[in-house]
């Protein structure tokens, strides 16, 4: 049975696109080992089945300065010898590389969910040397990452449009693997009112929602989202988000233009997005930025959220967005250099809610995880089974 160790940098209760793949590695006949961040109240080792958990990281990984860290991470690591080395993300990569050091006759596969080398610099507080620092770390955090995912003999990311620009990046010698960020089958049987009875919300007012990881400004076009919608008669905005200090200056924001409409509320648990996403009426999915390949070229698992949940969404017009909301029919892509885009966006929207409905229904039967999954699975089949098909001598 073959060991495999995926390497992942937060934990797997808040990460269901690494739950997910968690889930679908089970069925294969692997011994797999998650190694993730620590976590309260959760044990540092577990057992469930064919899944061995290993909590052993601290947000000490982040730190720019963390080589010596790694490098002790790697050594606990290395202890099991494994057939493949699954890295979530540019943290895990490095840590990846420096264990194939050490395993060489081991498969390297990085798993890039974004553009790293692409994305903004979002820096926590104001200030010129706050600014530089930051911006010279990147730059080097975006030198490792390149010549680590070079060692890489598998790419897995997001979206075709990223999956061509890391192949060349990278100067990959193998396909790359596309797995979009689409949550697992859910029906729909009854609307929740979680939302409106938490925030005493009108009953005749629509619900408009954004969930994220976290609400950057001056980036998302998110201030320009909230000004217009909140201006569309009998409509309240939800925010669900990190409660981190990009949110609070959002909510300070809000505040400041007494806006009573607006209401924020943390992230809340994976079992429950579906649900609690279905007392909405529309899903806004905005990252509107030319000038960031990374956000330019996103795929968001928010997007997929919307359509499980079985509500419309308003979207800005960038590449990946328009093959889904399009094509599909789910939803309005607005261009938001034309002011009043959103509001007229949302307007079509709740002008004919049921003209979406059905082909929401529709494209949640080929837009889940159970269909996606297939590509995963493809993949390690192969490393399994045809190892010659992808070993080269640049790598031993």
């Known amino acids: 049975m073959k060991r495999v160790a995926l390497l992942l940098d937060n934990t797997l209760t808040i990460d269901r696109r690494a739950l997910l793949e968690v889930e679908s590695l089970c069925s294969l006949d692997i011994e797999l080992h998650l190694f993730c961040m620590q976590e309260k109240d959760f044990p540092e080792t577990e057992t469930r089945n064919n899944l061995f958990i290993h909590r052993i990281f601290t947000s000490e990984i982040y730190q720019f300065k963390n080589s010596n860290l790694l490098r002790s991470y790697s050594e606990e690591i290395s202890k099991t010898k494994f057939a493949i080395l699954h890295c979530h993300d540019r943290v895990m990569l490095r840590l990846g590389t420096i264990i194939k050091k050490q395993q060489p006759h081991a498969s390297l596969i990085y798993e890039s969910r974004e553009l790293f080398h692409q994305w903004p610099l979002h820096v926590s507080s104001p200030g010129f040397v706050l600014w530089l620092k930051s911006w010279i770390a990147r730059k080097l955090e975006v030198r490792k990452e390149k010549a680590d995912g070079r060692k890489a003999d598998f790419l897995i990311t997001v979206n075709q449009s990223i999956a061509d620009i890391l192949t060349k990046y990278f100067q990959l010698k193998t396909q790359a693997v596309v797995t979009r960020n689409i949550p697992r089958y859910e029906a729909v049987i009854k609307r929740s009112n979680y939302l409106r009875n938490k925030f005493s919300i009108d009953a005749t007012n629509k619900i408009v929602v954004y969930i994220g990881g976290h609400l950057y400004r001056n980036s998302l076009r998110m201030e320009q989202a909230i000004e217009e919608i909140v ?160 070993r080269y001598d640049s790598h031993n």
């Open 231 to 390: 201006t569309v008669p009998s409509t309240s905005v939800v925010i669900i988000t990190s409660d981190d200090s990009h949110s609070q200056w959002f909510k300070q924001w809000v505040e400041e233009n007494s806006w009573s409409n607006v209401f924020f509320h943390p992230l809340i648990p994976i079992n429950q997005i579906t649900s609690v996403l279905s007392s909405c009426n529309v899903g806004i999915v905005s990252a509107w930025n030319k000038n960031d390949l990374s956000y330019w070229l996103a795929l968001d698992n928010k997007l997929f959220s919307y359509i499980m949940a079985e509500i419309p969404i308003l979207a800005t017009s960038q590449p990946e967005y328009r093959k889904i909301v399009e094509e599909n029919n789910v939803g309005v892509c607005v261009n938001p250099e034309i002011p009043g885009a959103f509001a007229k966006g949302l307007k079509q929207i709740l002008a004919q809610p049921e003209n979406f409905h059905l082909e929401l229904v529709s494209a949640k039967q080929k837009l889940n995880w159970e269909q996606e999954q297939k590509n995963l699975l493809k993949l390690y089949n192969l490393i399994i089974t045809n190892p010659s098909l992808w």
